[in-house]
T-cell receptor
């Protein structure tokens, strides 16, 4: 079955630092999605990617769809305390098919 | 983005009872909805795909007779945990596909605690 490896599992950074996390898949994806989940809440969509090589920004967040279509990364620039949470990547092999989730990256930002 | 709501946000029940969780798409119609379960410090695991007007599709290892899914309208899917036991305690989250875009929007989740 599909496997999605997300790294790192956790990060502890100082406010103002940049952050990078990535996901790699054992199979080709047509869609990559990045979500953030706060404690006790559902995931909130941050960025959606649909084309190989696509680079998309959402404020201080930037994500890219890998050229091989088997990987994606998310960058957060100039981190702030409210960036704390768990970030998940998710991929879909074809439109309308199920989402496969990564294991998540727990981000801690020290003021 | 599209708004998905869940009710209740949390529920505590006794072992052996049944609990119903509702998932609604508030400003759009969804012929398909998805139900996930998330244990502490773990990722989301897809339990089943809810299909409006037809039977749900369950993932391998998920008991369809224990987790009853009903998608009676284009804006409502329900998940009923029957004869709940403490090991069913978890965070249950639903999602619905976006309109015109290939994505999924998630509800706020329901925390189930079975005593």
């Amino acid at each position: 079955g599909q496997q999605l490896n997300q790294s790192p599992q956790s990060m502890f950074i100082q406010e103002g630092e940049d952050v990078s996390m990535n996901c790699t898949s054992s199979s080709i994806f047509n869609t990559w999605l990045w979500y953030k989940q706060d404690p006790g809440e559902g995931p909130v969509l941050l960025i959606a990617l649909y084309k190989a090589g696509e680079l998309t920004s959402n404020g201080r967040l930037t994500a890219q769809f890998g050229i091989t279509r088997k990987d994606s990364f998310l960058n957060i620039s100039a981190s702030i305390p409210s960036d704390v949470g768990i970030y998940f990547c998710a991929g879909k092999e074809t439109s309308g098919s199920r989402l496969t989730f990564g294991e998540g990256t727990q981000l801690t930002v020290n003021p | 983005g599209a708004v998905v709501s869940q009710h209740p946000s949390w529920v505590i029940c006794k072992s052996g009872t049944s609990v119903k969780i509702e998932c609604r798409s508030l400003d759009f119609q969804a012929t398909t909805m998805f139900w996930y379960r998330q244990f502490p410090k773990q990722s989301l695991m897809l339990m089943a795909t809810s299909n409006e007007g037809s039977k749900a599709t369950y993932e391998q290892g998920v008991e369809k007779d224990k987790f009853l899914i009903n998608h009676a309208s284009l804006t409502l899917s329900t998940l009923t945990v029957t004869s709940a036991h403490p090991e069913d305690s978890s965070f249950y989250i639903c999602s619905a596909p976006g309109q015109g875009v290939d994505t999924q929007y998630f509800g706020p989740g329901t925390r189930l605690t079975v005593l």
